[in-house]
């Protein structure tokens, strides 16, 4: 009987779940059964993909995220109670899941409440610092309290210089705590396609960020001399396709097109979230970044990468379609092979 491993990734966008996807099916391959859990737009997306799986919903942490960049901070510091709550009740779903569905081990992406002690349990995390401006010190503090309850801490990056990743997955003062460097995660493949588009804007994220931006690329772009494409990051029951010249408009891609739709593309727009990262990177794309306004951890990469002289960025508010031309002054990500060796990371489940 194959060994049951529960894959859970956190419903913040859909970059935990896309960066899963190796996980997963590197587990099938290893002779594992995977089964998956999560919620809202990371759980449908990853029903999308591994129809053949089981799922299991788990509770919402019902995150609510501020307009302003001004509040997002403080919003969300005002929702640890909230946070905290919701994490027992994921530990208590995880205490039921763990018995009714035999499960051996556990890898939880950002997940703090997908533990036992019963089965090894693994963390997937590149934020080994929190980095929430002046605050800092308390979102490290409240974050650490949870990852080292795990038996392993896995980060989706390179341990030495040059990494995706910076101060935020390197540094960490927590001796106490197993930590290995795998690599990056991506489900992409580089791939020599003729070029299509000119431009590819790749949403993501959280409301009512994520539409905010949408519309204003839409307006920026719109007396754009050349063809554009937008993968607007909805996960929706059907996939839609609009033709608006000069744009060409997908509610969503899976895996497959997605790769495609990127390698044709000349230069990428998006946030520069960690699993963009990550998928550009493999790919070895130029890029543009607007991070998310507020959110730490995105204006820390993007302001990271274009120190270093690899991606080009700027706050949301300031984007014109002028800024795209300071790309030439950017190296851009230079594509890797990165050959993670899932076989021995599975060892830990068995036992």
């Not at 699993?275 to 959110?295: H, R, S, V, Y």
């Amino acid at each position: 009987m194959k060994k049951r491993i529960l894959v859970a990734p956190l419903n913040w966008g859909i970059g935990h779940a896309t960066r899963c996807m190796p996980i997963i099916n590197a587990l099938i391959t290893e002779g594992f059964e995977p089964i998956i859990a999560s919620d809202g737009q990371a759980l449908r997306l990853l029903e999308k993909e591994f129809e053949s799986l089981t799922f299991i919903k788990l509770p919402s942490y019902n995150i609510k995220y501020a307009k302003s960049k001004q509040w997002f901070k403080w919003h969300m510091l005002l929702q640890l109670p909230k946070i905290k709550k919701a994490i027992k009740r994921e530990r208590n779903a995880i205490k039921q899941i763990v018995i009714d569905y035999n499960i051996q081990g556990i890898i939880s992406d950002n997940r703090m409440g997908v533990i036992s002690k019963h089965v090894p349990s693994v963390f997937i995390t590149h934020q080994l610092n929190v980095l929430s401006g002046n605050t800092t010190r308390l979102s490290t503090y409240f974050h650490d309290r949870y990852l080292k309850a795990f038996d392993v801490c896995w980060i989706p990056d390179f341990e030495n210089t040059p990494n995706l990743s910076g101060l935020l997955g390197h540094n960490f003062s927590n001796k106490g705590l197993e930590l290995k460097y795998i690599g990056p995660l991506s489900r992409l493949e580089k791939v020599a396609l003729k070029p299509k588009y000119n431009i590819m804007v790749l949403l993501s994220g959280p409301e009512p960020q994520r539409t905010i931006l949408e519309e204003q690329l839409l307006s920026s772009l719109i007396n754009y001399n050349g063809k554009v494409i937008f993968v607007r990051g909805k996960i929706e029951t059907e996939q839609t396709v609009m033709l608006e010249t000069p744009f060409t408009i997908y509610n969503f891609m899976q895996t497959e097109e997605l790769q495609n739709a990127i390698n044709k593309s000349d230069l990428i727009i998006s946030r520069s979230g960690y699993t963009t990262i990550m998928d550009l990177a493999k790919l070895g794309k130029q890029a543009f970044f607007i991070p998310t306004p507020g959110q730490f951890e995105q204006e820390y990469l993007a302001n990271y990468l274009d120190k270093n002289g690899t991606i080009a960025s700027c706050n949301q508010t300031e984007f014109t379609l002028d800024e795209l031309n300071r790309i030439t002054d950017y190296s851009g990500f230079e594509s890797f092979k990165n050959e993670i060796d899932f076989k021995a990371l599975f060892t830990l489940f068995q036992g």
